[in-house]
């Protein structure tokens, strides 16, 4: 059974810091990953995506690929209490066919 | 531009009633999948289609779910006869490429089986 796997948080930090989130996948064949944020009854909205070993960087957003540890992460910098959302991890490629998903962690950020 | 379009967006029903689920994805779009999310098992792809083809259904979780793809702008998820266990945001997403590519998903429907 090929695994996503993530911190469920809740992850919670002051207004303008740096929230780290944090995936790790089981697959060492996997090719593509995404960040997908979820708003409270809303549906997951793709914000960043990352096919290479290092960084890839997107305003506040950054994400970072580490297929040897088979890790990657998202950084947010000056977080802001609108990106207090459930921040999903999504993996594709490897032996399976499809995109599986973590089942996400919970980020809020107080004022 | 318009967004992956799904319909109803809440729908209540009874135990053994069938239950029809819409989607429009993105026009352009080749690549189209259903998903199912849930507290317990977070979000699950139930089938995906490529170029109106499906091409893996191992998520559908039994023969009671079927969907279909009749042309490239509309699919159905069917569920007969429903059940309470069922009840769960039904999401469609769509990608203008395969599946291991950026996948954009419609608001969802979210299905109440009493």
């Known amino acids: 059974q090929k695994e996503v796997e993530q911190n469920s948080g809740p992850l919670s930090v002051p207004e303008g810091a740096i929230a780290s989130l944090n995936c790790t996948y089981s697959d060492r064949g996997s090719q593509s990953f995404f960040w997908y944020r979820q708003y409270s009854g809303k549906s997951p909205e793709l914000i960043m995506f990352i096919y290479s070993n290092g960084d890839k960087e997107d305003g506040r957003f950054t994400a970072q690929l580490n297929k040897a540890s088979q890790y990657v992460s998202l950084l947010i910098r000056d977080s802001q209490p609108s990106d207090s959302a459930t921040y999903l991890c999504a993996v594709f490629g490897g032996s399976q066919g499809n995109l599986i998903f973590g089942k996400g962690t919970k980020l809020s950020v107080k004022p | 531009d318009a967004g992956v379009i799904q319909s109803p967006r809440h729908e209540v029903t009874e135990m053994g009633q069938e239950v029809t689920l819409r989607c429009k994805p993105i026009s352009g779009h080749n690549s189209l999948f259903w998903y199912r999310q849930t507290m317990m098992r977070g979000l699950e792809l139930l089938i995906y289609f490529n170029n109106n083809v499906p091409i893996d259904d191992s998520g559908m979780p039994e023969d009671r779910f079927s969907a279909k793809m009749p042309n490239a702008s509309f699919s159905t998820l069917k569920i007969q006869p429903s059940e309470p266990r069922d009840s769960a945001v039904y999401f469609c997403?769509?990608?203008?490429?395969?599946?291991?590519?950026?996948?954009?998903f419609g608001p969802g429907t979210r299905l109440t089986v009493t």
């Open positions: 997403a769509s990608s203008f490429r395969a599946v291991g590519y950026e996948q954009y």
